[in-house]
């Protein structure tokens, strides 16, 4: 069974900084693509940012310059680093990922989510 587990939630101040992580542990072949999404109350789930298998990267343009996603292959890990951090990035913080299982083919996974929460 693939599982991803985020980690690095918490409650932070305007102009502060937090840093995700997301492992997936399982069965796992490969991991294709990782991203990571969020959900604030009230609104839809929406994409913040992505790297690729070969590492490229890319950005929702509301935290380009503010966040960098980063992945470690070796510990099947992507993180997000989240600087400068305003009161509008209060979310629920989703991780997502395309994993080739030892028994399961490709699929999409999600995380639990994980709490953001910016505030003085």
């Known amino acids: 069974q693939v599982q991803l587990v985020e980690s690095g939630g918490g409650l932070v101040q305007p102009g502060g900084s937090l840093r995700l992580s997301c492992a997936a542990s399982?069965?796992?072949?490969?991991?294709?693509?990782m991203r990571w999404y969020r959900q604030a109350p009230g609104n839809q789930r929406e994409f913040i940012a992505a790297v690729t298998g070969g590492s490229s990267t890319s950005y929702h343009p509301s935290v380009k310059g503010r966040f960098t996603i980063s992945r470690d292959n070796a510990k099947n890990t992507v993180y997000l680093q989240m600087n400068s951090l305003k009161p509008e990035d209060t979310a629920v913080y989703y991780c997502?990922?395309?994993?080739?299982?030892?028994?399961?083919?490709?699929?999409?996974?999600w995380g639990q989510g994980t709490q953001v929460t910016v505030s003085s």
């Open positions: 399982g069965s796992i072949r490969s991991l294709n693509a």
């Open positions: 997502n990922a395309d994993i080739w299982g030892s028994d399961s083919g490709l699929r999409n996974y």
